[in-house]
Each structure stands twice: as C-alpha cells, then as structure tokens.
C-alpha cells in the first residue's frame, strides 16, 4: 500500500503546482483527486491510527491527513450529493492560501520520504 499512497501524494503534487504535467492530469482531476483523498483517508484512518507511536505509523497518520487537506481544493463536486458538494466547497473557500501551501510543502516532504524508503527497499 505504500506504493499506492507514494503515487496518491505525488499526483496530489503534481496537480497542485505549475509543471509540464498539470495540463493533462486536469482532465482527469476530480477522479484523480477523488483517489488520492480515500488514499489519505485510508492512510490516517486505517493505518495510521493503528500504528501510533511507531515511526511508520505517525508518518501514516501524518501524511495521510495533509493527503486529505490537500485533495479538498482540487475535487471536482459539481455531480456529489449537495451535502458532500456543500461541504467540500465550505472547505475549498475557507482554508487560508498560506495554510495550504504549508501542507504542500509538508506533503512533498512526506513524498520524499515515502519515494526514498520505495526505493531502498526495492534497491537494497
């Protein structure tokens, strides 16, 4: 499942700042955004929640609820059930840019650690 949360925190990157990427991942941004976010819920939820106090499992936690903050903005809800729709939409209009930014830029750490440790452990 890291691998899986790897590639959910990088696509949430990558539709989240300018890059050669973004113009053709936006075709696909509500879904991808929709499968990055139940990734992050499952991250902090399920896995994270369960390993409290071990390193993996913080990381879990923490990466997967700035997986969920940073998905908000980029969902698509137009066709969502008007209470999900009103909900992510109070969401996308309150959360402060700067905040926003800051979780990015936590969020790519995060990815980094995640896309290391892949590695090492597929390398070594």
Not at 50 to 76: C, D, R, Y
Request: with cysteine; hydrophobic share 55%.
């Amino acid at each position: 499942m890291g691998f899986v949360v790897t590639v959910s925190m990088l696509l949430i990157l990558l539709m989240s700042v300018p890059n050669p990427l973004r113009a053709w991942l936006q075709k696909h941004q509500g879904e991808l955004a929709l499968w990055a976010l139940l990734a992050g819920v499952w991250n902090f939820a399920w896995h994270g929640s369960q390993h409290l106090g071990e390193f993996w499992g913080n990381a879990a936690f923490i990466s997967g609820l700035l997986m969920v903050f940073t998905s908000m903005p980029l969902l698509k809800v137009d066709k969502w059930p008007s209470t999900l729709k009103t909900m992510v939409q109070t969401y996308q209009t309150a959360c402060p840019k700067i905040l926003h930014y800051l979780a990015l830029f936590a969020l790519a750490i995060c990815a980094a650690l995640y896309t290391y440790t892949l590695i090492q452990l597929n390398l070594g």
